[in-house]
Structure formats: structure tokens, C-alpha cells
């Protein structure tokens, strides 16, 4: 069968998000989360190139845009951490899928699913990405004359929505996000880039391109996640 | 679970420097103390020394301020390479 990428849909508070689909004939289904903000730029192609591969190994997978991201209809200014877990849910259930590979900030979004089976590719702590989104900020705002610090803007964020990196962060996102790390889950595989020394339950060859200045890709390192996948996911 | 490595400041600043540049691991292995950064290479914008410091942070197990960051740091690799010695070591 000849690989046939698709959006699908799936409800979330009365709204229909985009999913990108590919089709594998097989009963085996993947949900695929994806890193946060520019990460989630920088990462999409790849994101896309695991999905390819999967369809190889006849596993077909989803790839559900995050409320507020994308072609969303709702402004992200609007959505919250919780939002996001809830929508992940959603469409976990509406297209019954029981195995969930998320990425990165994705892995923060996956919370509400505690039964299903999750493979999490380099979690990162929401703290963390929110201090480089700020320190973008601050950096920026040092280029046109201004001194900004940590805790100033983080004072500014609790009262009301923030534009980070391009990002408009409303106060509650930015709470949650910057509490929100990774939850413990009764089925759990950690994997992590060779070159990153912390523990995991498997390493992949690679670089890691959410750091990338423009938007990259690895055909080598997504074919590796997406054998680590299937064979996570066994027949 | 396999369990954590210790990585030498200099190690982790070439693989950060590595991952942003998208260079290979012979590439990144000529880079010496006189290396020029900021201004020499057009990838090192403020999104990417964002993204930079927060790295070093995470692998190194360090707290940077912002204080603590001027243009002298990136102007060569080895003064990035000093400035994470000198974090670690407290």
C-alpha cells in the first residue's frame, strides 16, 4: 500500500483540531505528541520522517495538532497546560490509540493518559523551556535598549499574557508550565540522544535538532525512533 | 536504566555548539580555545545563545545569570569553555 498522509480530526471543547494521519495496514496505531512552541517547528520534519518509517514497519500513527498551535482555530493566548493534556486524551480516545510516543515538552501533555503505554522521547522540564523562551526575551528586548530580568517578567506574566519568542503565553500556561515535569507512568520507556548522560532506558544516534537555528532534518536518527518505536511496541 | 555519565564541561559546550551549528563530531572536534563564536558564526542568534545557555544548564547541572552573560563570553569557544569550568567548579 502506498503511504497516503492525511489530516483527520479529533473534538476537543466543541472544536475539530487537525491530526495528520498516515495509514498502515495493520491494527497497530501510534499517537505521536509533539515537542512545544519552537521546538515544535524545528522538529515537525522529522516528526513526519518517524511517521514515514512507521508506515514502513506497518504501524500507522497520528500526529494531533495541540490546541492553540498550528491551524488551530483557538488563540493560543486562550489555551492552558491542562487544555493540552485534555486534547492529547481526546484524541487518544476518539482514535483509539493506546500507545503514545511524545517528544520533548510533548512528553508534559500526556498526563491524562496514566494507562496507556508511553515511549517519551528527551523529556524536558516546562521550567526549562519557559527560561529559554525568557532569556530570548530578555535578549531581544537588550537589542532595542531595554533591561528586562527573570523575575520581572515572570512578575508580569501572572498578570496577564506574555509574548515570548513570538509565543503569546497567557498567565495560566505560564504557571503550569513552569511546575510541569514529566509524570511517572506505570509503562514507561525513556530515550535519549547518545550524547545526553542522563539515565534512560535507551539511547538513539543523533543531534539534537529542537536546538537547531532553522528547522533540520535526520533521516538516520528518525528511521532509529521509529524502530525503537515499533520494537517498544512489539507485534 | 542506564545510569548518568559525567560530561566535562568541554565536552558538553562542543556537543551543544554541535547540536545548534548541526556540524559533525570532526567538525566540532577542530574547534580549539580561539575559535570564534558570536559574530563569526550567523547561526549564534539570540534564540539559539537562549537555547544555548539553558542547554549548558541542563547537562552540566548549573544555574547561569543572566548577570553573568556578556558579549565577551561567546566571543570564543574557549571562553564559553572557561565560563562552564568555572560554573562547575563552583
Redesign the interface.
Known amino acids: 500500500m502506498t503511504l497516503a498522509p492525511a489530516f483527520v480530526f479529533y473534538e476537543f471543547a466543541d472544536r475539530k483540531e487537525f491530526c495528520l494521519h498516515v495509514t498502515a495496514q495493520s491494527p497497530r496505531r501510534v499517537m505521536l505528541v509533539p515537542p512545544l512552541f519552537?521546538e515544535m517547528n524545528r522538529m515537525r520534519k522529522m516528526m513526519v520522517d518517524v511517521m514515514r518509517s512507521l508506515h514502513e514497519l506497518e504501524i500507522s500513527s497520528f500526529l494531533p495538532d495541540l490546541p492553540g498551535t498550528n491551524e488551530s482555530v483557538i488563540a493560543l493566548e486562550q489555551v492552558t497546560l491542562s487544555d493540552w493534556q485534555k486534547a492529547v486524551q481526546a484524541c487518544a480516545e476518539q482514535h483509539q490509540i493506546s500507545y503514545i510516543a511524545s517528544f520533548r515538552g510533548g512528553a508534559l501533555t500526556v498526563a491524562d493518559l496514566p494507562s496507556a503505554n508511553h515511549w517519551i522521547f528527551s523529556p524536558?522540564k516546562g521550567a526549562?523551556l519557559m527560561?529559554?523562551?525568557l532569556?530570548?526575551k530578555?535578549?531581544?528586548d537588550r537589542?532595542s535598549g531595554l533591561t528586562t530580568?527573570?523575575a520581572e517578567l515572570a512578575a508580569r506574566a501572572e498578570n496577564g499574557p506574555l509574548e515570548l519568542?513570538g509565543n503569546i503565553i497567557g498567565s495560566e500556561l505560564f504557571a503550569q508550565l513552569n511546575a510541569a515535569e514529566m509524570t511517572d507512568m506505570p509503562s514507561r520507556r525513556i530515550v535519549r540522544l547518545e550524547?545526553?548522560?542522563?539515565?534512560?532506558?535507551g539511547?538513539i544516534a543523533g543531534?539534537?535538532?529542537w536546538?537547531?537555528?532553522?528547522p533540520?532534518d535526520d533521516l538516520t536518527m528518525s528511521t532509529a525512533i521509529a524502530q525503537d518505536i515499533a520494537g517498544w511496541m512489539g507485534q | 536504566?542506564?545510569?548518568?555519565?559525567?560530561?566535562t564541561p568541554d565536552a558538553a559546550v562542543r556537543?551543544?555548539m554541535?547540536?545548534?551549528?548541526?556540524l559533525s563530531e570532526e567538525q566540532v572536534a577542530e574547534f580549539t580555545a580561539e575559535t570564534e563564536l558570536f559574530g563569526a558564526l550567523p547561526?549564534?542568534?539570540?534564540?539559539?545563545?537562549?537555547?544555548?545557555?539553558?542547554?549548558l544548564?541542563?547537562?552540566l547541572d548549573i544555574m547561569i545569570d543572566?548577570d553573568e552573560v556578556d558579549g565577551e563570553l561567546f566571543e570564543t569557544f574557549g571562553n564559553l569553555v572557561a565560563f562552564a569550568e568555572m560554573k562547575v567548579t563552583g
Open positions: 519552537d524536558v526549562t527560561r529559554t523562551m532569556r530570548t530578555i535578549a531581544a537589542e530580568s527573570l519568542a550524547s545526553d548522560s542522563k539515565p534512560s532506558d539511547q543531534s539534537a535538532l536546538l537547531r537555528a532553522a533540520d | 536504566m542506564q545510569n548518568e555519565v559525567e560530561l556537543a551543544v554541535r547540536d545548534i551549528l548541526g547561526e549564534l542568534d539570540s534564540m539559539a545563545v537562549a537555547g544555548l545557555l539553558t542547554e544548564e541542563d547537562r543572566d
